[in-house]
């Protein structure tokens, strides 16, 4: 069963620090999502990208988060520095259809910031 | 007011029994309703979607949408320990894009 891949599923950070993380979606998926989960929250929309364009970053810490999808099928989501709210679980997910909230979700990566 | 509103619970009930789950969404264009299931540590999972007013049922699971309200429910029958988790109701918005946003979610714990 296809799956979307993502790494690292942990990281332990010191604030200030840059971290990075990649997600690959299930084949022939045009539509990507980064989500961001604090502990007891539903999840929080950071990015959305149709192949490799941006949908929807209005939610996007533009001054510390960057993420990017240039060839239109992986993606990796930066943050830099870190600070210690951005501690949560960093979901992607994708969806074969841009319009819907059919979304296959990857394993998230936890991010710790110390 | 929150575009997904959830009551956090937990909601405790016995095996066997019916459990019934509740959100309410603020914007009355919206067109789309999900339910997901995440157990603890783990990522969302997709269980149930609907689109028209009324119900739709798979397996012991029924979804009950009613947009006059704006108000969508999951019920679970017999219900069983394995489906202790929490249950995150999403909502695509009217116009643009789509994108789903997700309540904080409804932790459901059955109990033997």
């Known amino acids: 069963e296809a799956e979307v891949a993502q790494s690292p599923r942990y990281k332990i950070t010191e604030k200030s620090q840059a971290v990075a993380f990649w997600c690959d979606p299930i084949?022939?998926?045009?539509?990507l999502y980064w989500y961001r989960q604090i502990l007891g929250q539903g999840p929080e929309l950071l990015v959305q990208?149709?192949?490799?364009?941006?949908?929807?970053d209005s939610q996007l810490p533009k001054d510390r988060f960057s993420a990017e999808r240039l060839k239109g099928v992986d993606s990796t989501l930066k943050i830099q520095p870190a600070e210690l709210g951005d501690s949560a679980m960093y979901l992607c997910?994708?969806?074969?259809?841009?319009?819907?909230?059919?979304?296959?979700f990857g394993e998230g990566s936890r991010l710790t910031v110390l | 007011q929150k575009e997904v509103e959830q009551n956090s619970g937990p909601l405790s009930v016995p095996e066997g029994a019916i459990a019934s789950l509740n959100c309410t969404y603020s914007?009355?264009?919206?067109?789309?309703f999900f339910w997901y299931r995440q157990y603890s540590g783990k990522s969302p999972e997709l269980i149930m979607f609907?689109?028209?007013?009324g119900d739709k049922e798979d397996g012991r699971f029924t979804a009950q949408l009613n947009k006059a309200s704006q108000y969508v429910s999951l019920l679970i029958r017999d219900s069983q320990p394995s489906d202790s988790a929490t249950y995150l109701c999403?909502?695509?918005?009217?116009?643009?894009?789509?994108?789903?946003?997700f309540g904080r979610g409804t932790s459901l714990i059955v109990h033997p």
């Open positions: 914007d009355r264009g919206s067109q789309s």
């Open positions: 997910a994708s969806s074969p259809v841009a319009a819907g909230g059919e979304l296959f």
């Open positions: 609907i689109y028209s007013n």
């Open positions: 084949s022939g998926h045009a539509t």
């Open positions: 999403a909502v695509t918005r009217s116009g643009g894009s789509y994108i789903p946003t």
């Open positions: 990208f149709q192949d490799e364009s941006v949908v929807d």
